[in-house]
T-cell receptor
Framework: DQQVKQNSPSLSVQEGRISILNCDYTNSMFDYFLWYKKYPAEGPTFLISISSIKDKNEDGRFTVFLNKSAKHLSLHIVPSQPGDSAVYFCAASGGHSGAGSYQLTFGKGTKLSVIP | GAGVSQSPSNKVTEKGKDVELRCDPISGHTALYWYRQSLGQGLEFLIYFQGNSAPDKSGLPSDRFSAERTGGSVSTLTIQRTQQEDSAVYLC????????????FGPGTRLTVL
């Protein structure tokens, strides 16, 4: 049973336009959400995170939006650049103690292609 | 500073053989995690080490899998009697202690069981 879902396996966007990557979750105990970016033959690298007490977090061209009632988050990249082409993983953790506090649950990823 | 390193980067083995995968975490990171990514899947949690506490082994898929962390630093993931379904990329991550700390990932070991 997938607790974190990324329903779009791939996304193509023109350079300079907005990229929107979506993620849905089912576990109401999740209270911390992260986006990781992965290039081929490399490990995932942390991109941006958001706590459940917020609904938006912005870092440069990257903004993450959280809609707790819908159990949905999205990553916006504006403007998109060719170097953003990678696989993006949504991840979540939850609880202040026990396994939920450190164990990340990942989605299957969305492959973003930014076309020059 | 150096990031998380893993060795080997690629490992091809025959079904039934044992393999050992190594992870060197970032210096000063007391938390260490192993994940694996099978083809077309997200990362799957395997095991978590924090300092001298007993590891959380809840994600290990079978008793053929084991891991240890010596001296609170280097970790080794061992898979005994490998099966074809063990083929995956095995990723190690480390972080500072405490909740909500970013996990830094190594490049992974691609394991292929023939």
């Amino acid at each position: 049973d997938q607790q974190v879902k990324q329903n779009s396996p791939s996304l193509s966007v023109q350079e300079g336009r907005i990229s929107i990557l979506n993620c849905d979750y089912t576990n109401s105990m999740f209270d911390y959400f992260l986006w990781y970016k992965k290039y081929p033959a490399e490990g995932p690298t942390f991109l941006i995170s958001i706590s459940s007490i917020k609904d938006k977090n912005e870092d440069g061209r990257f903004t993450v939006f959280l809609n707790k009632s819908a159990k949905h988050l999205s990553l916006h990249i504006v403007p998109s650049q060719p170097g953003d082409s990678a696989v993006y993983f949504c991840a979540a953790s939850g609880g202040h103690s026990g396994a939920g506090s450190y164990q990340l649950t990942f989605g299957k990823g969305t492959k973003l292609s930014v076309i020059p | 500073g150096a990031g998380v390193s893993q060795s080997p980067s690629n490992k091809v083995t025959e079904k039934g053989k044992d393999v050992e995968l190594r992870c060197d975490p970032i210096s000063g990171h007391t938390a260490l995690y192993w994940y694996r990514q099978s083809l077309g899947q997200g990362l799957e949690f395997l095991i978590y080490f924090q300092g001298n506490s007993a590891p959380d082994k809840s994600g290990l898929p079978s008793d053929r899998f084991s891991a240890e962390r010596t001296g609170g630093s280097v970790s080794t993931l061992t898979i005994q009697r490998t099966q074809q379904e063990d083929s995956a990329v095995y990723l190690c991550a480390s972080s500072l202690a405490g909740v909500y700390n970013e996990q830094f990932f190594g490049p992974g070991t691609r394991l292929t069981v023939l």
